[in-house]
C-alpha cells in the first residue's frame, strides 16, 4: 500500500519562508517520478515542482527561483523548501507520485497525500 504524508504547512507573512515535507510509505521511491502541486479555492489543481525518477527537476515559472524541491532517498522523503513566499501561494499543496508516468498534468499521477494547507498573508 503506497502512502503519501505531508507535513509542514502553515501561516506565514509574504517574504516568508516554509518547508514542505513528504513522508513516503510503501515504495522505493527513488523509481517514481514525484512532484508538488497546489490547489488554491475556486482554481484548478497546478504543478508545482517535478523531479523524475532520473533526478531532473522542473519548476513552475511562477516559482522558479524561490521555490526547490529535493529528496532524501535514505529518509525516503520529499521536500518542498519555499523561500520569499507570495499572498498568490496561499493554496493546498499536495505532493504525487507515478510509477509511470511524469509530467505537469496532475491526473496522470496515481498517488496522493492528503495535503498541507499554506498561507500566505500580505
Known amino acids: 500500500q503506497v502512502q503519501l504524508v505531508e507535513s509542514g504547512g502553515g501561516s506565514v507573512q509574504a517574504g516568508g519562508s516554509l518547508r514542505l515535507s513528504c513522508a513516503v510509505f510503501?515504495?522505493?521511491?527513488?523509481?517514481?517520478?514525484m512532484g508538488w502541486f497546489r490547489q488554491a479555492p475556486g482554481k484548478e489543481r497546478e504543478g508545482v515542482a517535478i523531479i523524475d525518477s532520473d533526478g531532473s527537476i522542473s519548476y513552475a515559472d511562477s516559482v522558479k527561483g524561490r521555490f526547490a524541491i529535493s529528496k532524501d532517498n535514505a529518509k525516503n522523503t520529499l521536500y518542498l523548501q519555499m523561500n520569499s513566499l507570495k499572498p498568490e501561494d496561499t493554496a493546498m499543496y499536495y505532493c504525487?507520485?507515478?510509477?509511470?508516468?511524469?509530467?505537469?498534468?496532475?491526473?496522470?499521477?496515481?498517488?496522493w497525500g492528503q495535503g498541507t494547507q499554506v498561507t500566505v498573508s500580505s
Open positions: 504525487a507520485a507515478d510509477f509511470r508516468q511524469c509530467g505537469w498534468a496532475w491526473w496522470v499521477y496515481n498517488y
Open positions: 510503501g515504495y522505493t521511491y527513488s523509481s517514481y517520478c
